[in-house]
């Protein structure tokens, strides 16, 4: 009998532990609250085997290593090796603030696409009011250290009510530590993060000046700025903002990256809470690799769209923005559009947010 051909997957997202040295009011991992505690036991041996066997069952065009903070696994570099051997590119996304001489001289030994490695403000003050004290040097030294020993650097900015004002500062420090490719990723309120829309989530209005501080980077300054969190084009005329480039979400296209949690759950995307066809854990012998990509939370993705945006011209690509957020804030992920366009329309949500911004609430209810 001929082998089953391997399926193409364009991208794999491998959480690799629910550590992490920071404590980030935007993370979207869902077990940020506790760092992970839940999920340490028992995990931490079992990621490369899952790696390996969804990498034998599909032909992966390339993975991002990511977490929690990558680096804080005692065992990335093994998964790393593991990763290469079978052919497959890697990019890594890192906070940067373990990454010492030593770890730095490691990562330059592997052949990586880029790090990519977020800063969220042009000072200590700003940054660390997003990500936690005390981490604003070790990031810049990070990036100096990967960027002394030729590893290519990617940027990023986690764009916020709190920041959006002062993106320009950021990229012109992104600059001068030589990083010319910066991802404007706009703060979508998912898993832990979505305790914070209130305080986090930008505006309309709060987008257009984060853009607008940028546009001069790329028209004249020759950085190269992808938007990778989708904006919906009804709250942004994106045609106004070339050459910065925004994506859409690929979740049930060809271009999408699925997401293996650090417990073995298979999601369509690290946002994402549910698990695709239910699997506890790709490990589970009994389970159909093959056919776990057709399971009907990806397959069916598209078939749904928010009552808000039916008929609307960019139905078909937008399709309501980040779902992920709008299950995560809303209670599902294809009934209600994403929460950037939610709280400008739905005037319930909207009164929400300014009570919980006048009141200092963390926690959000869930709009049912």
């Avoid at 490369?48 to 903070?69: F, K």
């Avoid at 330059?108 to 696409?113: F, G, P, V, W, Y």
């Avoid at 190269?224 to 084009?233: D, E, G, I, K």
Wanted: hydrophobic content about 40%.
């Amino acid at each position: 009998m001929a082998e089953r051909p391997r399926p193409k997957v364009y991208s794999l997202a491998i959480e690799t532990t629910p550590v992490c040295n920071q404590h980030c009011d935007y993370c979207y991992n869902e077990w940020r609250a506790d760092n992970g505690a839940s999920l340490r036991t028992g995990q931490s041996d079992s990621v490369i085997a899952r790696v390996e066997r969804l990498l034998d069952a599909w032909d992966v065009d390339h993975v991002t290593v990511t977490g929690g903070e990558p680096f804080a696994h005692a065992r990335v570099f093994e998964l790393l090796d593991s990763i290469a051997a079978r052919g497959v590119a890697i990019q890594i996304i890192s906070n940067g603030g373990l990454i010492d001489a030593k770890l730095a001289d490691r990562i330059a030994e592997r052949q990586l696409r880029y790090i990519q490695i977020t800063l969220n403000g042009p000072d200590a003050e700003l940054h660390e009011a997003h990500v936690g004290k005390g981490h604003f040097d070790k990031t810049l030294r990070g990036i100096r250290l990967l960027r002394e020993r030729g590893v290519p650097v990617v940027g990023c900015i986690v764009v916020t009510k709190k920041n959006h004002d002062r993106i320009g500062e950021t990229l012109e420090l992104f600059r001068q530590l030589g990083v010319k490719q910066v991802a404007l990723s706009r703060f979508s309120p998912a898993g832990y993060a979505a305790r914070y829309a209130a305080q986090l989530l930008p505006t309309r209005s709060e987008l257009l000046t984060a853009f607008h501080q940028a546009l001069p980077f790329a028209r004249e300054q020759g950085m190269v700025l992808h938007c990778t969190m989708p904006v919906p084009p009804c709250t942004v005329e994106l045609e106004d903002l070339a050459p910065i480039h925004f994506g859409t979400c690929p979740v049930g296209t060809s271009m999408q990256e699925l997401a293996l949690g650090p417990d073995g759950r298979l999601k369509n995307c690290t946002l994402h809470k549910t698990a695709l066809g239910g699997v506890a854990d790709v490990l589970d012998p009994s389970v159909d690799l093959v056919a776990l990509l057709a399971a009907p939370e990806r397959s069916e993705y598209r078939s749904e769209l928010p009552e808000f945006c039916q008929g609307c011209s960019h139905a078909s690509t937008c399709g309501g923005g980040c779902g992920a957020a709008a299950e995560w804030v809303s209670g599902h992920a294809r009934k209600f559009p994403d929460p950037l366009v939610l709280q400008h329309v739905d005037d319930h949500l909207a009164a929400r947010f300014e009570r919980e911004r006048r009141d200092g609430k963390t926690h959000l209810e869930l709009v049912l």
